[in-house]
């Protein structure tokens, strides 16, 4: 049974730091491309960054660049976003993704608050 399971949310003031953490099961995992997404209350769920399987070339959605950093360990099946510089607009449930070809599994999500 393949599982996503992320960690790592909470809350944090304006400009602190964070790191998520998705764990996977189930899966092989160097083989999936992995992905970040955050959605808030009525939005559409946006891609935030993504990290190929084997060579892990990474990209990111415009309003992270230069903040967050998406990495993996294949070693131990987990994906993690380092954000920093947090503002209060990256407020939003996160969510990872695995995709191999037409297959693709979400996590759970895992809230993340930045406020004073």
């Known amino acids: 049974q393949v599982q996503l399971v992320e960690s790592g949310g909470g809350l944090v003031q304006p400009g602190g730091s964070l790191r998520l953490s998705c764990a996977a099961s189930?899966?092989?995992?160097?083989?999936?491309?992995m992905m970040w997404y955050r959605q808030a209350p009525e939005k559409e769920r946006e891609l935030v960054a993504s990290i190929t399987g084997a060579v892990g070339t990474t990209n990111y959605g415009d309003s992270v660049k230069g903040r967050f950093t998406i990495s993996r360990d294949n070693a131990k099946n987990t994906v993690y976003l380092q954000m920093n510089s947090l503002k209060p607009d990256d407020t939003d449930v996160y969510y990872c993704?695995?995709?191999?070809?037409?297959?693709?599994?979400w996590g759970q999500g895992t809230q993340v608050t930045v406020s004073s």
């Open positions: 189930g899966i092989t995992f160097s083989r999936y491309r």
């Open positions: 993704k695995a995709a191999w070809g037409l297959y693709e599994q």
